[in-house]
């Protein structure tokens, strides 16, 4: 069994809802163990508005790096994600974040997630579930990488929401 991070965020609809039903809907082919506090983010240019609602979960997995990611895609189209361009507004978005120690490069899929540096939306919610995290490419700490990223635009909404 793998330990894998995932990233989740809403921004339409019921923001805290959708991501409550990703949760339940990743079971029983990823198990999840534990989830971050649930934050707000302001939109990073060029994603328009509206504001993020934004967690992270740790979860055991026997799927492997592409099947998974597959199984969180099909996730997003049956809660109504649709292509509306790179940036655009969706209802659930679930990235890979990290998958045990594995530095992964393909077309496809890049683990750690290539951008997980530069998102404080997405570190401080790694950082809830385990302050010790590594980057695997660089060996840098998660906690590190906050340092650099800070906190703007960035608010913790709840710490028990699921």
């Given at each position: ?6 990233a ?7 923001r ?32 328009p ?23 969180v ?15 655009g ?17 393909t ?29 695997p ?8 990488m ?17």
């Amino acid at each position: 069994m793998a330990v894998v991070y995932l990233a989740l965020g809403s921004n339409l609809g019921d923001r805290r809802a959708n991501l409550v039903e990703a949760l339940r809907r990743l079971e029983p082919d990823v198990h999840v163990e534990a989830v971050s506090s649930l934050y707000e983010s302001t939109p990073q240019p060029p994603a328009p508005p509206p504001d993020y609602y934004n967690a992270a979960c740790r979860a055991t997995t026997s799927l492997e790096p592409l099947a998974l990611l597959d199984y969180v895609k099909q996730i997003e189209q049956a809660m109504g994600r649709i292509d509306t361009g790179h940036w655009g507004p969706r209802p659930i978005d679930i990235d890979i974040a990290l998958y045990d120690d594995l530095v992964l490069n393909t077309e496809r899929l890049t683990i750690p997630h290539p951008r997980l540096p530069e998102r404080n939306f997405v570190l401080h919610p790694l950082l809830d579930l385990d302050p010790y995290l590594v980057h695997p490419g660089s060996g840098e700490t998660l906690a590190d990488m906050t340092a650099s990223v800070g906190q703007e635009g960035l608010s913790k909404l709840a710490d028990n929401w699921v």
